[in-house]
């Protein structure tokens, strides 16, 4: 048969007609599956290309690779409004992903909207409910047997909708997706908020709460306000102790956990190629922690031969017939732009308590020095969806296998998490799990577990200052094991396992020396190891349900005494006055991320349950006027008690409230149990200085008020004991500030203005009472 380009060439010719009119009729012909597991779902790369030939025809002007591909899913390229950080898009995802912690939320919407089936190929991953207790076996049957009736929960309402269903032990969402669903130029939205993991093989993938997949699965064009383009322009390579995982944590230091908000970060430059795929995905995913929309790489050959090593040389092909569509225009244009000359870049340590708070390794033990945080470490833990590759394991290994040869061990504990079943089964093939075993450490299950605070840890009591090294990509107060005063850091894999090895903060494998058994001094060398494995993937268990042809007879059952699970009742609609004599249930100081308002860990069970995981709301947020995490002034019977208490007992008695919040409120996961628990106990309001983007959604989508001071000093303005009356909403309208009355107990008052980022849409879900309230009157 004559070669793709050949063919091009002649039906040019025969055709007289333009190249991309000839890329369709190949395309169709081609009919490239996006997934081996979805057959007759077919990649558009035809569709993707007619959408940017009319938006580049309108804007007359280079586009960066983000506007490539989310214009390119646009639901009318031809008369969509498109201004960066001002118009929202509606946009048509090729298809939605979602974890088992909050796929429970979004399929019990979804069962509520009566749909019988998603319009868009959707998958559910098992990886949230597996706590870390005693290793990798042991602990996926205790996973499979206390949440079973989540697990059938979930496997019979993907069989009934047409979801596919990765059962536990298949792997973290975000390392299955990157190995079977990603491709270059896909928009992928995935309830979870490290979905960009997907990034390093060229695609737009963003997280989201659940409502938003609901709509997707739904078949309704999904809003995204269009997104600013942050350009991260990489030179030299990477080489020695530095890795991937230190670009992102330089990033983060340059443009802390609000800086990439409302943006996509575009990562291009020559040194992108000396950066492995799954590294470019380490990169994309810990960009969640700057607040960025998503992050993207550009397609090229690293991206090429993942997706041959994972059984995909057909879309890598296809891919290369269409490469002018997968990497930016040349002249093409960033909102801001930052310049990282890798072969400058050193390995990097970014904590305690927030990601971005970098340090060169180097550094690092002389600051915590001057801290006082403690510089012994007690645990290493490397894997999670940041950091689980082959590569990863492998140069993890090779520092291990140096420690070894001179009779070492891990000081530290010491804990391994595969990021999929695939990758467990392959280095367990090629001996890396065996010698991160002698070197002291446990494999742990392919699941999330310590990453999200699922660790039943021992070796401490809450309250114990300690310190942990991880290669994760959240270090939140008490994130990973409830206790606030364990000051973790991230890293890459390798420093974690240098460290694990020297036992301590003050060891930099660049310059320092280690003592071996012969009491000889060494010095580590710089890992090397493949990206990935020279044999084929080992794929393990088979850990995969297809969803059945006809599945008329399934049922899916909710039982009503149920602590695990619970139907969804429908929000009450707006009744059209103004809010008058809000109680302020808590005034919140300083960092509020989703942890902080919806723990994780041991409420993870509850993520089917609203009432039940309610008794979470606000547990870790500080209330201003005492000081304390769950400590809060019932305004009726003036007791201090716990916050989801008095939110109840406000509740019971009528009485509405509203949270006040600091910078960049709702931070970190994409959890949209944050909005759904103040709406559900009471709620109507969020005041800030400022939201994460994700979660500002996701209260919209419940039909919340998420609002910001007009004035960031008039935070300062409003004590606990006020109330407030928020006016303006009979004539509520995008752009359209709305009035808020500072009603304070000795009788004076104050007004103050509240800015809002609602469109048309977005007002019709708050007047509807939920998003899913909205859609079910337009389904009458």
């Known amino acids: 048969m004559a070669p793709y380009s050949l063919l091009v060439t002649r039906l040019q010719k025969v055709l007289s007609v333009r190249q991309y009119h000839v890329a369709s009729v190949l395309c169709q012909r081609a009919k490239v599956a996006m997934s081996h597991f979805e057959p007759n779902e077919y990649i558009r790369y035809d569709l993707l290309e007619k959408n940017i030939n009319i938006v580049r025809k309108r804007l007359n002007r280079p586009l960066t690779l983000s506007e490539k591909i989310v214009y390119g899913h646009l639901d009318d390229p031809a008369n969509q409004e498109i201004e960066r950080g001002k118009t929202y898009l509606r946009l048509r995802p090729d298809r939605v992903a979602m974890q088992d912690a909050t796929a429970q939320m979004a399929m019990l919407q979804f069962i509520s909207s009566g749909l019988p089936k998603v319009a868009v190929p959707s998958t559910i991953h098992c990886d949230h409910l597996i706590e870390a207790q005693l290793g990798g076996e042991k602990d996926l049957r205790r996973a499979k047997d206390i949440n079973q009736e989540v697990y059938n929960f979930l496997a019979t309402a993907g069989a009934k909708y047409g979801v596919g269903f990765w059962r536990p032990g298949s792997g973290i969402i975000h390392q299955i997706i990157l190995e079977n669903y990603a491709y270059p130029g896909v928009l992928l939205i995935g309830t979870d908020s490290h979905t960009p993991n997907g990034g390093g093989l060229g695609g737009i993938c963003i997280g989201v709460g659940g409502a938003d997949a609901v709509d997707v699965m739904a078949g309704i064009p999904w809003e995204l306000k269009c997104p600013k383009v942050i350009g991260v322009k990489l030179t030299g390579s990477l080489s020695g102790w530095t890795s991937p995982k230190d670009v992102i944590l330089k990033v983060a230091g340059i443009l802390t956990v609000k800086g990439g908000t409302g943006a996509i970060v575009e990562y291009h430059g020559p040194g992108v190629d000396s950066i492995s795929c799954t590294g470019m995905a380490t990169i994309c995913n810990m960009g969640a922690e700057i607040g960025a929309t998503t992050s993207v790489f550009p397609y090229n050959h690293r991206m090429k031969k993942y997706l041959s090593k994972t059984g995909r040389a057909d879309i890598a092909s296809l891919a290369d017939e269409f490469k002018d569509h997968l990497v930016p225009d040349p002249g093409c244009q960033y909102d801001q732009l930052i310049e990282i000359n890798l072969n400058e870049l050193k390995p990097h340590i970014n904590g305690p308590f927030t990601p971005d708070l970098a340090h060169p390794v180097a550094e690092v033990g002389t600051v915590a020095e001057k801290e006082g945080w403690p510089l012994d470490i007690r645990v290493g833990l490397i894997g999670s969806c940041t950091n689980s590759s082959y590569e990863d394991m492998g140069r993890s290994a090779a520092v291990a296998k140096q420690a070894l040869a001179h009779g070492l061990k891990c000081k ?238 406000y509740k019971k008695h009528g009485i509405r409230w509203v949270v006040v919040g600091d910078e960049n409120y709702g931070e970190g996961s994409s959890r949209e149990h944050a909005a759904l628990e103040p709406r559900h106990l009471g709620g109507r309001a969020i005041i800030t200085k400022s939201f994460a983007r994700i979660h500002e959604t996701n209260l919209k989508k419940q039909g919340l008020l998420p609002l910001t001071f007009a004035d960031p000093a008039d935070y300062n303005k409003i004590h606990p004991v006020d109330k407030l009356t928020i006016q303006g909403l009979k004539d509520f309208a995008p752009g359209k500030p709305l009035t808020c009355v500072i009603k304070h107990p000795n009788g004076t008052q104050e007004t103050i203005l509240l800015n809002h980022t609602f469109n048309e849409t977005q007002i019709e879900w708050f007047r509807a009472g939920s998003a899913l309230n909205r859609m079910k009157e337009l389904q009458q």
């Open 412 to 649: 530290s504990q010491f804990t391994i998490t595969p990021g999929s079943e695939q990758i467990r089964a392959t280095i367990e093939r090629d001996g890396y799990a065996q010698v991160l075993r002698e070197v002291g450490g446990i494999v742990l299950a392919n699941a999330c577990g310590p990453c999200i605070g699922q660790w039943d840890r021992k070796d401490i009591k809450k309250g114990e200052k300690n310190t942990i090294v991880t290669s994760y990509n959240r270090n939140f107060t008490g994130r990973n094991d409830a206790n606030p005063e364990t000051h973790a850091f991230v890293t890459s894999p390798e420093i974690v396992t240098a460290l694990a090895i020297a036992g301590t903060l003050k060891f930099n494998p660049e310059t320092d020396f280690l003592t071996g058994k012969d009491g000889k001094k060494f010095k580590l060398e710089a890992p090397d190891a493949d990206e990935l494995p020279r044999a084929e993937f080992d794929p393990g268990q088979d850990t995969y349900q297809h969803p059945p042809k006809d599945s008329s007879g399934q049922r899916v059952d909710v039982s009503p005494t149920s602590q695990r699970l619970q139907l969804l009742e429908p929000f009450d609609k707006w009744d059209g006055k103004d809010l008058e004599d809000l109680q302020i249930l808590i005034k919140v100081k300083g960092k509020c991320t989703t942890d902080h308002i919806s723990a994780a860990g041991p409420w993870l069970k509850f993520r089917g349950h609203l009432d039940n995981i309610s008794n979470n709301l606000l547990i870790g947020a500080i209330n201003i006027e005492n000081g304390k995490a769950n400590s809060v002034r019932n305004a009726v019977t003036q007791e201090f008690g716990p916050v989801p208490d008095t939110a109840r007992y």
